[in-house]
């Protein structure tokens, strides 16, 4: 086994995949509460497995309660920025690979010239970005809390409220900045020949940059989590999916496009049901 994948693959994957089993027994522990149908669409097949899942760390992706929306203190903020950030690192990790192959490929023939620390300095810097994403998420579904618009489940009850979303990220799909931020995603060696820096900080420069176009790739798509349910891991799953395959080669013209249509599409029929 090369060294790569002794410092870098398997550290990451194993990360990546705690990421997916915690989100997977908070939505569990969640549906002891709600019912796992309630976390949003393709949920109700985890029903029967809420009756054997009895891991108490439900407390993280609780609802708020009263006196939590009325006080404003920091502990309510904390759990839920946790929960947040763990579904950045399970959705948006797998989306870096191609940038982080990259990375590597600048060490073939010289191996000092990007050492794992480097290259763990560069996923830091990426992971800072979606770090303050998760921060900007946490404060929008505490406001949609005490307004009553998200419930126990996490899931918006206001139809036009998540029409506007899919609205907004349908049509974000063909602007332009969804397409020049998405031409760096896709290709990440070009970038990285531009904005070479050698050093840590060099490398944590290089990750925040990269992790600011892919945040302009995908903020839109992930907001879509109050719509399809804040803990719906089916739809983190398909999400991420989808993402990753946005920023492979041949992806912009065969899925880009397209998932912009079905949410406009989605949106003039979240529409219609709220005048119903």
Not at 19 to 47: D, H, K, N, T, Y
Not at 205 to 218: A, N, P, S, V
Not at 256 to 265: D, F, H, Q, S
């Amino acid at each position: 086994m090369s060294n790569r994948a002794i410092h870098i693959w398997l550290p990451l994957g194993g990360i990546v995949l705690a990421a997916w089993a915690f989100l997977a027994l908070m939505s569990l522990e969640l549906a002891r509460v709600v019912s796992a149908g309630a976390l949003g669409p393709g949920m109700s097949i985890f029903e029967t497995l809420t009756e054997t899942v009895t891991l108490s760390i439900g407390n993280i992706c609780r609802p708020l309660t009263e006196a939590e929306l009325q006080n404003g203190e920091w502990g309510p903020f904390v759990r839920i920025l946790a929960m947040w950030s763990t579904m950045s690192i399970a959705m948006m990790l797998p989306t870096a690979i191609p940038l982080i192959a990259t990375y590597i490929e600048f060490s073939k023939g010289n191996p000092t010239k990007v050492p794992p620390r480097q290259i763990w300095a560069l996923i830091a810097g990426y992971g800072m970005i979606w770090l303050g994403f998760s921060c900007f998420a946490t404060g929008l579904q505490i406001a949609l809390s005490r307004t009553v618009i998200l419930d126990g489940s996490l899931v918006s009850q206001w139809p036009w409220l998540s029409a506007a979303f899919l609205l907004v990220a349908g049509l974000y799909q063909f602007s332009t900045l969804k397409e020049n931020c998405l031409s760096k995603c896709r290709s990440p060696f070009a970038t990285f020949m531009g904005m070479w820096r050698d050093g840590l900080a060099g490398a944590i420069q290089m990750g925040l940059k990269q992790g600011l176009y892919c945040l302009g790739c995908c903020w839109a798509l992930m907001l879509l989590a109050f719509v399809g349910g804040v803990m719906n891991i089916i739809w983190m799953a398909v999400a991420m999916i989808i993402m990753l395959i946005e920023k492979i080669p041949f992806g912009e013209d065969h899925v880009t496009a397209p998932l912009g249509m079905l949410l406009i599409v989605a949106s003039g029929y979240m529409a219609m049901q709220a005048l119903t």
